[in-house]
């Protein structure tokens, strides 16, 4: 095994010539010229280190037979964590007053919040890390509404499921945790944004491209959204005219959530592994 500090693209693929296997994470390059060139390296397996693989070219791995194989399911309370901090800090403005205080201004403008509870918190996407913030949420004391084709029976007892329309519309606080698919691409766009309070916040830490992130920087900066909280962006790193970096009561992290001690050494397990199956001729964790 090797570590290389460069990232995996089409143009640093040639550098796995005599490797079977590359590990990849969630920004990645792994489209069909990176795939192309790691075949043309030799290598047969493909080890994402990350639950999600809508970066990868799977018909064209398929069609040189490399197997690729993820890792679900490593982080939810790690994710789901970080979301419910997003929200604090966008609705108390934490990183206002950090800054506020290193410069020796202890002045209060511009730092009033509301309380989450008994407030409304919709969940889109209610797998094992959208289940994990429901249960914060509802630690909080918050009533907790989702979003989802199929309804988790594990929280059945506190989460009443609605439309999509519906949730938007009487959520306070709206958290994505759904896949990046070709039907859920750019799902939250003008038309929904429309549909939110004017004092609700949007955290994101799903994917980058279920956001229209021009339609939400503008939905910011005219006031018509109270604040958004963002782990992921649809390139990352954003280009610097991207209208979320400056866009009003915006809160960015650089796709941290997954970043836990207890996660990363679940995560590093996995992708062992899954390593350790695929020498042995026994699928595990095999993206199809």
């Given at each position: 095994?090797?570590?290389?500090?460069?990232g995996?693209?089409?143009?640093?693929?040639?550098?796995?010539k005599?490797?079977d296997a590359?590990?990849?994470?969630?920004?990645?390059?792994?489209?069909?010229?990176?795939?192309?060139?790691?075949?043309?390296?030799?290598?047969?397996?493909?080890?994402?280190?990350?639950?999600g693989?809508?970066?990868?070219?799977?018909?064209?791995?398929a069609?040189?037979?490399?197997?690729?194989?993820r890792?679900?399911?490593?982080?939810?309370e790690?994710?789901?964590?970080h979301?419910?901090?997003?929200?604090?800090?966008?609705?108390?403005?934490?990183?206002?007053?950090?800054t506020?205080?290193?410069?020796?201004?202890?002045?209060?403008?511009?730092?009033?919040?509301?309380?989450?509870?008994?407030?409304?918190?919709?969940?889109v996407?209610t797998?094992?890390?959208?289940?994990?913030?429901?249960?914060?949420?509802r630690?909080?004391?918050?009533?907790?509404?989702?979003?989802?084709?199929?309804?988790?029976?594990?929280?059945?007892d506190?989460?009443?499921?609605?439309?999509l329309?519906?949730?938007?519309?009487?959520?306070?606080?709206?958290?994505?945790?759904?896949?990046?698919?070709?039907?859920?691409?750019?799902?939250?766009?003008?038309?929904?944004?429309?549909l939110?309070?004017?004092?609700?916040?949007?955290i994101?830490?799903?994917?980058?491209?279920?956001?229209?992130?021009?339609?939400?920087?503008?939905?910011?900066?005219q006031?018509?959204?109270?604040?958004?909280?963002l782990?992921v962006?649809?390139?990352?790193?954003?280009?610097?005219?991207?209208?979320?970096?400056?866009?009003?009561?915006?809160?960015?992290?650089?796709?941290?959530?997954?970043?836990?001690?207890?996660?990363?050494?679940?995560?590093?397990?996995i992708?062992?592994?899954?390593?350790?199956r695929?020498?042995?001729?026994?699928?595990?964790?095999?993206v199809?």
């Amino acid at each position: 095994m090797e570590y290389l500090k460069t990232g995996l693209a089409a143009r640093t693929a040639s550098l796995a010539k005599g490797y079977d296997a590359v590990c990849a994470f969630v920004n990645s390059d792994v489209g069909t010229k990176t795939v192309e060139a790691l075949h043309e390296a030799g290598v047969k397996l493909i080890l994402m280190r990350c639950a999600g693989f809508n970066n990868v070219d799977l018909k064209t791995a398929a069609k040189y037979g490399i197997d690729v194989r993820r890792v679900p399911g490593y982080s939810p309370e790690a994710v789901a964590e970080h979301a419910m901090t997003l929200a604090m800090t966008v609705n108390r403005h934490m990183h206002k007053a950090y800054t506020k205080v290193r410069e020796n201004d202890f002045s209060l403008g511009g730092l009033m919040g509301f309380n989450f509870y008994q407030k409304t918190a919709g969940i889109v996407g209610t797998g094992k890390i959208g289940a994990a913030m429901a249960r914060i949420c509802r630690g909080f004391g918050m009533k907790v509404i989702a979003y989802d084709v199929y309804q988790n029976e594990s929280l059945k007892d506190f989460v009443t499921y609605v439309t999509l329309d519906e949730l938007l519309a009487q959520s306070d606080l709206i958290s994505l945790h759904c896949p990046l698919t070709e039907e859920t691409r750019g799902l939250v766009g003008r038309k929904l944004l429309a549909l939110m309070k004017p004092t609700a916040f949007l955290i994101n830490t799903a994917r980058g491209a279920l956001v229209d992130e021009l339609a939400l920087a503008e939905a910011l900066d005219q006031g018509r959204l109270a604040g958004a909280g963002l782990d992921v962006l649809t390139q990352e790193p954003p280009e610097p005219g991207n209208p979320l970096l400056s866009a009003q009561n915006c809160v960015i992290t650089p796709h941290v959530a997954w970043a836990a001690k207890e996660a990363r050494e679940r995560l590093i397990r996995i992708v062992a592994e899954n390593l350790r199956r695929y020498q042995e001729g026994r699928p595990q964790n095999v993206v199809s």
